[in-house]
């Protein structure tokens, strides 16, 4: 399966991005298929380039975006939907969370 997503490039604690489509089991920085597009998030104005032609088309062959690139998308008006969550809480956390919230429940 292919997938659109970030490839970290730049300098060491001054991280830029580029889009890139590969196989999904591949590593981002390996070889990958094409570059879409370059993302930093430095620049507020000018940090985002893509190459919109190359995303609707690759999307129309069944690639997938990765969470991240699809909220990017998204935002930008290229995919419709909602945002997806991209910070994953283990079963753990969630079962900590939720007994907290049900202590404090009985308190008040």
Do not use: C
């Amino acid at each position: 399966m292919l997938v659109i997503r970030l490839q970290r490039v730049g300098k060491k604690k001054f991280a830029t991005y580029r889009f890139i489509i590969s196989e999904n089991g591949r590593d981002t920085q390996a070889n990958h298929i094409e570059n879409l597009g370059s993302f930093n998030p430095h620049d507020s104005k000018n940090g985002l380039v893509l190459k919109t032609e190359r995303i609707k088309y690759w999307l129309s062959k069944g690639a997938q975006a990765s969470d991240t690139v699809h909220n990017i998308l998204v935002s930008q008006g290229l995919l419709d939907g909602k945002k997806k969550n991209t910070v994953k809480i283990s079963k753990k956390r969630a079962e900590k969370i939720q007994k907290k919230k049900t202590e404090k429940a009985p308190a008040a």
